[in-house]
């Protein structure tokens, strides 16, 4: 499996940075879009105490912004593990295997798609296309794409990440 990027990390839980963030974004049409995205880019999620600012930064209701939040799947409302898992779906992926591939994965970190692991490893998120067909089935590991994989690919991957982190 080739490596094409590198690990993401995140900057812990701040409102006062996020209210920073979104404020840049306060007088543009679909600002709030953009501020959400620019939150999770900056801490790997969208804290719920975020709600209340994003609402007043946007003069949105509190349930507006939770609309958002809730309706756009890339959106997260909890840290993420300490690595995201995407598993490609699209079809080239399908064709050779990925919802086996997906089922064995969800099995061997014990959660579902938008969960994370019991140990805070891994978040697992489906992805619909990462551009690398003619190597599917395909993965994301933060910013690396691996091609190819098998779950006993995946093990191992998951293992030595594991064992780096230590």
């Not at 209340?52 to 912004?65: D, T």
């Not at 990462?130 to 998951?158: H, W």
Request: glycine share 8%.
């Amino acid at each position: 499996m080739q490596q094409l990027a590198g690990q993401i990390t995140y900057q812990d839980w701040d409102l006062e940075k996020a209210r920073e963030l979104a404020s840049e974004f306060a007088d543009r049409t679909g600002g709030v879009m953009i501020a959400l995205h620019k939150i999770q880019e900056t801490f790997g999620y969208v804290d719920d105490t975020a709600m209340a600012m994003l609402g007043k930064v946007f003069n949105l209701s509190r349930a507006e912004v939770h609309g958002v939040t809730s309706f756009y799947h890339d959106f997260r409302r909890h840290k993420p593990g300490k690595y995201t898992v995407k598993v490609c779906q699209a079809e080239a992926c399908q064709a050779m295997g990925s919802y086996q591939l997906t089922e064995k994965i969800k099995s061997f970190l014990g959660t579902d798609f938008h969960g994370t692991s019991e140990d805070g490893n891994f978040s697992l998120e489906a992805v619909y296309c990462l551009g690398n067909c003619a190597c599917s089935p395909n993965i994301m590991i933060d910013q690396q794409t691996y091609g190819r994989v098998t779950i006993e690919g995946f093990k191992a991957l998951a293992d030595s990440l594991v064992k780096e982190a230590v």
